[in-house]
């Protein structure tokens, strides 16, 4: 086992090396840290390439989305599990910080953005959670209402986010039918059409989805990821044909 001193001389090695890496190990090397879970190395990473003139969008996206990829791969393929997946999302959270501005500064959208809570009667976050921070990892904009949301709380966060997707979640069997109680009032309201509507939880299953009215289950984070893009990219490419 290493000494304290030991290990903050090895620290300081790795931190070293970090800054004289060339672009490409770096780059590498920021994939590898986001597996691992370490923020402080993905914050230094990202204000590496930074200084050396990388632009905002290209750290995004050949680094941080490049990275949580190989996490979101990995995790359903049961290499990964949901504590590493939620460290390696953390981490993500710390490369996104720094860029968040920069990006808004050059007007660089997201490829999409999701309104995502849990319904109302539950309080279980953890799935949604980590849905949210797989999502913003692949680039989208996510707004998190939280837990125990009724109707109007979503139709709040959707008059004011105007998202591109409604994300819900419940882990409960009992709080589950609300899931349909939102997509009827979405229904009334005639604006059911205007979003893209996902559902998840532990007791859930694609027959429900199909019998709420949602356009997608999906079991996991990662699916939750792969199935909004596709959705997403359907939706665009039917409205410019």
């Not at 290990?7 to 490409?24: N, R």
């Not at 986001?34 to 200084?51: P, S």
């Not at 209402?145 to 709380?153: E, L, M, R, T």
């Not at 039918?177 to 939102?182: A, F, I, L, Q, S």
Request: aromatic share 4%; charged share 25%; with cysteine.
């Amino acid at each position: 086992m290493n000494s304290s001193n030991e290990q903050a001389e090895m620290d300081d090695a790795e931190d070293f090396e970090l800054a004289d890496l060339p672009d490409d190990e770096l780059v590498h090397q920021i994939h590898d840290d986001l597996y691992d879970g370490l923020k402080e190395e993905i914050e230094e990473g990202t204000n590496i390439l930074l200084e050396r003139g990388w632009a905002a969008e290209k750290v995004l996206n050949e680094a941080l989305v490049g990275g949580m990829k190989i996490v979101g791969i990995d995790f359903r393929d049961g290499i990964l599990f949901v504590p590493e997946v939620l460290l390696a999302a953390n981490a993500m959270k710390g490369g996104m910080t720094i860029l968040r501005p920069l990006l808004a500064e050059t007007g660089v959208k997201p490829i999409g953005k999701m309104v995502i809570g849990t319904v109302k009667g539950d309080i279980h976050d953890i799935g949604k959670n980590l849905v949210g921070m797989m999502m913003e990892g692949a680039g989208f904009e996510v707004i998190d209402i939280g837990i125990n949301n009724s109707v109007d709380d979503y139709f709040e966060a959707m008059e004011q986010h105007h998202p591109d997707i409604l994300g819900m979640s419940a882990l409960l069997t009992t709080t589950m039918p609300y899931m349909k109680v939102v997509v009827d009032e979405m229904v009334k309201k005639g604006i059911r059409g205007d979003y893209i509507v996902m559902v998840g939880g532990a007791p859930l299953n694609e027959e429900f989805g199909v019998a709420v009215g949602a356009d997608a289950y999906c079991r996991d984070a990662s699916q939750a990821v792969q199935t909004g893009q596709r959705l997403l990219q359907q939706r665009r490419a039917a409205a410019g044909a």
